[in-house]
């Protein structure tokens, strides 16, 4: 992920090491990448060769089916009532990065919150650990965090939903400490099927 389009596109109140980290584990490396599922399996779909093509695809299944879209692969349809009001711009890089890492963000607060909006820079990894499940399942706590209500307050530790200004630098959590926790659901963070290296967060600006 090219940091420049990181420092432009992506949330403020994400650190620019974990909104790689999170491409990296949920995301696609083609613009115009489109997942659909239906009923817990995946549908087979011809690649989209344009985004007018991908567009048709994200039209004939949303409503019916869960529709992933783009380079963060964030669920089209949330919020819209109809297809009609979907954008093309899902599939601009930038555009899509800008909204991927906001609903992110709010995913983030979701968990924090339950987390009891923790301090202790040990939790990071296991807070970044579970939102990236909740991203991968849409659920966390048995509630849909696609269309829950945004809780506001921090964004992991030590960052804020509210956005900085346009000259802020987003401001950076603490880095891991080796000792992590094992997570407070047992399961949960095995089941996400990987752990996330935030040993870099601390250098990020």
Known sequence: MDAALIAKC???SLPPAIVEQFILAVGSDDPLAVTVKAD???VLIPKPRSPDEAMGVVKDYVGHAIVRVGITQFPAGVGVDDP?????DMF???ANLRTGTGIFAKVARIVTKWYGRPTNRELLPQLVDDTIYAWKTGSFENDNVFRAQDPGGPTFLGTRSEKPAEDADPVAPPPESEDTSQSAEPGKATEAGMRIDLSRIGGQK
Not at 84 to 88: D, E, K, M, T
Request: a negative charge; hydrophobic letters at 30%; proline letters at 14%.
């Open 92 to 94: 601009d890089a930038c």
């Open 84 to 88: 009609s009001q979907l954008q093309p």
């Open 40 to 42: 817990g399996r995946l």
């Open 10 to 12: 992506a949330d403020p």
